[in-house]
């Protein structure tokens, strides 16, 4: 059997799911939050040490100023009244993507992930303001600054994803198969997972079920 030691979600339907039964995108994304919630505690009990979720991408800036709002204040909240137990339960909270948030959101990024940056459990890594291909320009140019050579160790050494092992197995949920400028180079050899239910409808049977099938995929990397 596979052993699974990161998964990778990119947290997709949460717009649709809300105006489908509440008439508002933003209750979707609400809901959503109790997923995300629900998902860590399983990753635990799978005892998977990496988890990458996917909540805001450089693209996201498009949407209307009142659902990034929401959605950023939903963050604050969760920081504030969540961290202290997560930092209790040994879990260590990494950002990838740039802090160009509010004063307050940065300060309280930065807060949780120095108070829980020794925390050995499970390791959660947000992507927020996160896009795959500005990470990528932007390594190129630090080896190029550095006059280093171009090799794959260095590139990935020089990503924000660097002492962090690539993804086994990435899930997106909505119903959409792309990739949407997420963990491009990290992904190269991850077992790919869409799932049709809206994230909001995602459940804990519903990510056993992809799991149980992860870990009996045979996975050749190139061979044979
Ligand atoms: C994609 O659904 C989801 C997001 C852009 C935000 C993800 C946020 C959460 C799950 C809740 C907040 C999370 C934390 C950690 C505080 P969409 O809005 O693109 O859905 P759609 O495709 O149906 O429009």
Redesign the pocket.
Known sequence: MNPLNHVAI??????????KYKNS?NA???V??N??EKIIKETIKNRINFLT?????TE?WK?PKK?INY?FG??EN?LINRIEDLHKQNIKLKILGSKKFSPKLNKLLRNSERKTLNNTKLQIN?ALNYGSKSELIDAFKRIKKNKSTITEKNLSRNLQTKNIPDPDLLIRT?N?KRLSNFLLWQLAYSEIFFEKK??PAFNVKDYNRIIKEYKLIKRNFGRI
């Open positions: 990119i947290m997709d339907g949460n717009g649709r799911w809300g105006l995108r979707g994304h609400k959503g939050l997923t995300v979720l996917f909540a805001f991408s996201n949407r659902e959605l939903l963050l969760f947000l909505g959409t809206l994230w």
